[in-house]
Nanobody, 121 residues
Framework: QVQLVESGGGLVQPGGSLRLSCAAS????????MGWYRQAPGKQRELVAD???????NYADSVKGRFTISRDNAKNTVTLQMNSLKPEDTAVYYC???????????????WGQGTQVTVSS
């Protein structure tokens, strides 16, 4: 059974920082794209940032220059460093991985359970 488990959410004041981590576990053959998405109340889920296996990154315009995504292929983890946080960054943040599980040998996307990030004074 493949699982993605996120950690690191919480409450932070505007201008503060948080670091989100996500670990993929289980019988995994290979992981391709990994990324972070977020969903605010009443809004659609949106891409925050993603990263390819070779480290190429892509960011939403709203977080460029403030957020940094990175991954450790040996540990099957992806991290999102969030700086200069704003109230509009408040959302549930989800980790996503496009991977091939050993059991199926077919690529599909897997999602974490989500972690709440609240930016408020």
């Amino acid at each position: 059974q493949v699982q993605l488990v996120e950690s690191g959410g919480g409450l932070v004041q505007p201008g503060g920082s948080l670091r989100l981590s996500c670990a993929a576990s289980g019988l995994i053959f290979s992981i391709f794209h990994m990324g972070w998405y977020r969903q605010a109340p009443g809004k659609q889920r949106e891409l925050v940032a993603d990263i390819t296996k070779d480290g190429s990154t892509n960011y939403a315009d709203s977080v460029k220059g403030r957020f940094t995504i990175s991954r450790d292929n040996a540990k099957n983890t992806v991290t999102l460093q969030m700086n200069s946080l704003k109230p509009e960054d408040t959302a549930v943040y989800y980790c996503k991985a496009d991977l091939i599980a050993l059991r199926t040998m077919a690529m599909r996307d897997y999602w974490g359970q989500g972690t709440q990030v609240t930016v408020s004074s």
